[in-house]
């Protein structure tokens, strides 16, 4: 590893603007805080060494190959009854999440029952996680019941979990034990989080 390209990525900002960049974001594995940096600074397959400016841990990525995701999709996984996301759960549509701050989108199949969303951390026992630095977001946020109706069409039922900040759909907070059913396209916003749901194309 350079270690000019080291030292480079010790002093990069964690809230740069991603104005003419690609920023991408990589989570320390001792006290999991973000970094941000510039991938196209770097060529694919590059090295990489971080150090934490929350714990001092050092640790290293290699450009091109996403751990962040890959754990994430793993710990996903683990936590649904199906085996595979590929089959049953992209059946059931999806939510588009975009965290405002970073333009930073994610795409979570959802599953049968409840979908608790919230924010990610080691040990939240969720079964729907955004990674987000938006702490906004409760780690328990609000819950998607997808459950089917009388005609055996799929029905998506949005509802807050007492979060602090509340859950809105189309800027109108839901209130407390109030349910909301949501469709294809409905934006709903919580913290400073925007999620969009998706149906499959069966739908």
Do not use: W
């Not at 960049?21 to 805080?33: A, L």
């Not at 907070?173 to 499959?200: C, H, M, N, Q, W």
């Amino acid at each position: 590893m350079d270690l000019q390209a080291e030292e480079r990525l010790s002093t990069l900002p964690q809230t740069s603007s991603p104005t003419h960049c690609e920023m991408k974001r990589v989570r320390c594995p001792k006290c999991d805080n973000f970094i941000t940096f510039d991938e196209t600074r770097y060529a694919e397959g590059q090295s990489l060494v971080f150090q934490c400016p929350e714990c001092g841990k050092q640790f290293g990525i290699r450009l091109g190959v996403s751990k962040l995701r890959r754990t994430q999709r793993e710990e996903n996984e683990q936590n649904r009854a199906t085996p595979t996301v590929d089959d049953t759960s992209s059946q059931l549509g999806s939510i588009v999440v975009i965290e405002n701050v970073f333009h930073y989108k994610q795409v979570l199949p959802l599953q049968m029952g409840d979908n608790q969303i919230g924010r990610y951390q080691k040990g939240n026992p969720i079964n729907t996680p955004i990674e987000t630095v938006d702490p906004s977001v409760d780690l328990l946020h609000c819950v998607i019941n997808v459950s089917y109706d009388k005609q055996g069409r799929l029905k998506y039922v949005l509802r807050d979990a007492n979060s602090n900040t509340g859950t809105f759909v189309d800027n109108v907070e839901i209130p407390p034990r109030e349910r909301r059913v949501i469709y294809d396209g409905t934006l709903f916003t919580i913290g400073a989080t925007s999620i969009i749901l998706k149906l499959s194309n069966e739908e």
